[in-house]
């Protein structure tokens, strides 16, 4: 009986195998088929500590037992205002606001209407975005919009709206970057939106902190609103709780996702200046921002946001974040032969797997997930680009043994 479940970024019509898990703790899933799986890539990069931590389930169930759900048009609730606290405590003190959304993309959506709606209720026609080439920043059609445009969204086109492109800075060509931001901002854009450090699903193409420091500057130079997007970057991937700390830069805008409830349950918040609130603020309503979904700060995925921030004040999760990073630079030495460009930053591990013609749609990367998912490892290339992004909890054996898998893989192309 084929299953009436259409999933995301799968080619039905390739009947490649779905596998069904029924469990997980830790960096483990377990299969109805009695497989233990080592999740490398943290479920598509959300699970910070582990799955099924027990602190995060209990704040779950205890929040699900209190409240479920609440209108937040207007009416508030504990686990959502004990959040935005604890996010305001540990987030740049520049950052003064939180809104509350659902998914990463939404908080992009949010990000970029506050920019918008910052100018628009100034008075300032300023409504252009500046992307970096190569960027990913969700599926929703404003996150597609300000995301490099390929095979992905080619369909969609007629529905993006115009972004201004500076180049990815590329080793060498950094001032080139800088050069283009610099003549965008004189035009008076609204907002620059960015990954800080590193590009994910764009290829985990990494560029240094000097750089996104100096963007930054000109930003601020031309008061043109500077949008980090954290979403994946958040929450130690990069080795530090925000990307942007290794830059020393303070955005306007800061979207995150993922890693904000652990990657236990959906949540995002998008957290903006008190100059960006103030603009908004008025006694005429036509000013007020105006978004909402449905679900926005559903408190029980609050719970467990409250509970990974707990996490991260009280148990040494920096320490286990440096831990996995040394382990893995160690681990990936002996790739380097076999494999083109090897890099890290913090948790995170990528490498070029060597395939003419190389492209997202080539082979080469369902083969390789193929071969990992035969050996219980779930590892999924971006194209020709392989990558490992483990929980911060994967033991010294797992690990080793993902990159044993990969190694493997590697001698056999
Ligand atoms: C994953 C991601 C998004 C989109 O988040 P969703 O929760 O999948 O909507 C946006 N920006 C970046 C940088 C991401 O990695």
Sequence with gaps: MTSPVWHPFTQHGLGEPVPLVTR?????????????????ISSWWVTTHGHCHPRI???IRAQAEKLDQLIFAGWTHEPAETLARDLIAIMPPALTKVFFSDSGSTSVEVALKMALGHFAN???????????AGSYHGDTIGGMSVGARGVFNK?????LFDVDVIPFPEPGAEQATLDTLESLCRQRPAALIVEPLILGAGGMRIYPAAVLRMMREICAAHGVLFIADEVMTGWGRTGTLLACEQADVVPDLLCLSKGLTGGSLPLAVTLATDEIFASHLSEDRSRMFFHSSSYTANPIACAAAVANLAIW????????????ARRQAELSVPLAEKVSNLRQIGT???MEVEQPEGSYLSALGP???AHFR????????LGNTLYVMPPYCISDDDLARVYAVIGEAMEGM
């Design 24 to 40: 997980a703790e830790g960096a483990i899933l377990q299969t109805a088929d009695g497989r233990r799986v080592i999740d490398a």
């Design 57 to 59: 389930l209990a704040a």
């Design 122 to 132: 100034r008075g300032e026609d300023r409504s252009r975005i500046v992307v970096m």
């Design 155 to 159: 369909s969609y086109a007629p529905l």
């Design 313 to 324: 004040r009280e148990e040494p999760v920096r320490e286990r974040i440096a831990d996995i």
């Design 348 to 350: 995170i591990v990528a």
């Design 367 to 369: 083969r390789l997930t």
């Design 374 to 381: 035969e050996r219980n490892v779930l590892l999924r290339p």
